[in-house]
């Protein structure tokens, strides 16, 4: 089993900076390849930034340019940076781990309970 706790979350202001942390623990070693999603109400969930193995990303097109996914394996987490915050980046956001890359697909077998986002005009 693998345990994923996001933090980070929390209100800001358009144009604004955010950085989410998702930690990971359990049987986390042969987690090669994680991620993070986001659920706005009424609209399903979405892939934002995804990593694997070999560093390989698969990012969604409205976050290029404004949104960085890292990863510290020494502390087993995993970050998402997001500067320039738009309202429309309103939502949950999830962090999802997984031994096959899914890309943005949501197929991730392992979820966090998701950290609020909430970006004001």
């Known amino acids: 089993q693998v345990q994923l706790v996001e933090s980070g979350g929390g209100s800001v202001q358009s144009g604004g900076s955010l950085r989410l942390s998702c930690a990971a623990s359990?049987?986390?070693?042969?987690?090669?390849?994680m991620g993070w999603f986001r659920q706005a109400p009424g609209k399903e969930r979405e892939g934002v930034e995804t990593?694997?193995?070999?560093?390989?990303?698969g990012y969604a097109g409205s976050v290029k340019g404004r949104f960085t996914n890292s990863q510290d394996k020494a502390k087993n987490t995993l970050y998402l940076q997001m500067n320039s915050l738009k309202s429309e980046d309103t939502a949950m956001y999830y962090c999802?781990?997984?031994?096959?890359?899914?890309?943005?697909?949501?197929?991730?077998?392992?979820w966090g309970q998701g950290t609020q986002v909430t970006v004001s005009s």
């Open positions: 999802a781990a997984d031994r096959i890359w899914w890309w943005l697909s949501a197929n991730y077998t392992y």
């Open positions: 359990g049987d986390i070693y042969s987690m090669s390849d």
């Open positions: 990593i694997d193995s070999i560093g390989s990303r």
